[in-house]
């Protein structure tokens, strides 16, 4: 290494290692996302089990399960939602730093897509 700081094309163990930090949390968002969607899903079934089965019913002398049973499908739509959100902007972060780290390394860049 010279005085004036890394070279381009110099890679260390310590890079790779970084990299392979960075790819293990992708992968950790990338199951959140996976998992947000399916919570997410979970309320749109049993509300479409609900509409089909509506005629079986009066919706007025179920209120009483019916109610809790739409809050709860509201609070794991947002549970979902959430998790999609933050699942989809750590994957931009971790895409933003390996393509700084590419940028400054080029030696690593053709093993990286």
Do not use: C, W
């Not at 002398?61 to 989809?88: N, R």
């Amino acid at each position: 290494m010279s005085a004036e700081g890394p070279q381009k094309d110099a890679v260390s163990p310590e890079i790779f290692s970084e990299i392979q930090l960075i790819l293990a949390e992708k992968r950790t968002s990338l199951a959140t996302l996976r998992t947000g969607i399916a919570v997410f899903a979970l309320p749109l079934s049993v509300l479409g089990v609900l509409v089909a089965t509506s005629k079986y019913y009066e919706p007025a002398q179920v209120l009483h399960f019916l109610l809790p049973l739409l809050g709860l499908s509201g609070a794991l739509a947002l549970l979902g939602t959430f998790l999609v959100i933050q699942s989809i902007r750590h994957i931009r972060r971790h895409d933003r730093l390996i393509r700084n780290l590419k940028q400054k390394y080029s030696a690593i860049a053709e093993y990286l897509q």
